[in-house]
């Protein structure tokens, strides 16, 4: 049982470069989430997305954007990196499309702007 | 501004010992409240949900809740080597799951 899974693991970037996140999930989840993780700032929630085919900002989403493929996939772009975007890039997903579930996380995506 | 603070340890506790974590929020409106423990260099992972005021105990974890004073806390008995890690306090709020710094748990053998 994969749970949520994230591609790549790591990833080195030069500035003003492009990449796309991957992330999928095998529980049937209707809610799918992407966080920043950054030393001393916790947790940031960059975008969201309730339901297949909806997509709402987070608290971080200004040099992001996100596409949610269908109800297993949500990718996060980087259209031009910036080296203030690295950081631990966590995908996660809960059972219903209100703010009451837990979260289940993938193992993160590591990411180095140049 | 929804805050979530934790304070940031290293709380070190003795193998065996009971570690006590603590939590506090800003919005009273808030119902959800979440526990996750994330191993250095891991992703989170959920220890326990609580939604109404007391305790809600899971093996060895009980998580308090106190709405009306706005703190949440998780109490570790027995604890092990293995517990060492960072806690994090996740809330709801609204639209929105807040979490919290996280605490640096240190158990010593």
């Known amino acids: 049982n994969a749970g949520v899974t994230q591609t790549p693991k790591f990833q080195v970037l030069k500035t003003g470069q492009s990449m796309t996140l991957q992330c999928a999930q095998d529980m049937n989840h209707n809610s799918m989430y992407w966080y920043r993780q950054d030393p001393g700032m916790g947790l940031r929630l960059i975008y969201y997305?309730?339901?297949?085919?909806?997509?709402d900002k987070g608290e971080v989403p200004n040099g992001y954007n996100v596409s949610r493929l269908n109800k297993r996939e949500f990718s996060l772009r980087l259209e031009s990196a910036a080296p203030s975007q690295t950081s631990v890039y966590f995908c996660?997903?809960?059972?219903?499309?209100?703010?009451?579930?837990?979260?289940?996380f993938g193992d993160g995506t590591r990411l180095s702007i140049l | 501004q929804k805050e979530v603070e934790q304070n940031s340890g290293p709380l070190s506790v003795p193998e065996g010992a009971i570690a006590s974590l603590n939590c506090t929020y800003s919005d009273r409106g808030s119902q959800s409240f979440f526990w996750y423990r994330q191993y250095s260099g891991k992703s989170p992972e959920l220890i326990m949900s609580i939604y109404s005021n007391g305790d809600k105990e899971d093996g060895r974890f009980t998580a308090q809740l106190n709405k009306a004073s706005q703190y949440v806390s998780l109490l570790i008995r027995d604890s092990q080597p293995s517990d060492s890690a960072t806690y994090l306090c996740a809330v709801i709020y609204g639209q929105n799951f807040v979490f919290g710094p996280g605490t640096r748990l240190s158990v010593l053998p």
């Open positions: 997305s309730a339901s297949e085919g909806t997509t």
């Open positions: 996660a997903s809960s059972e219903g499309t209100g703010w009451d579930q837990p979260q289940h």
